[in-house]
């Protein structure tokens, strides 16, 4: 295997455990906002919140991710 195809699986390795850790976070923050008493089944208000707290959390993340990258360009151009 030459180089740039380890670097290639490492940079796809990084993004799975990146995604992978995003949604746990997500799970775990979403879950304790929005789930008063864990049952077999979400109510109706359980599954909104749900629902509406993932998607802030995820337009949250690509807000914080397109600055942070926009960010990494503007540094490498500087060197």
Do not use: H
């Not at 295997?1 to 997500?26: H, P, S």
């Amino acid at each position: 295997m030459d180089t740039g195809t380890i670097m290639e699986q490492v940079k796809v390795q990084i993004a799975v455990a990146n995604a992978q850790e995003l949604l746990q976070r997500m799970t775990d923050k979403c879950f304790k906002k929005c789930i008063g008493k864990p049952g077999s089944t979400l109510d109706n208000s359980e599954q909104k919140c749900i629902a509406m707290c993932m998607d802030r959390y995820m337009d949250a993340w690509n807000t914080v991710s397109r600055a942070y990258n926009s960010r990494l360009q503007r540094e490498r151009a500087r060197i």
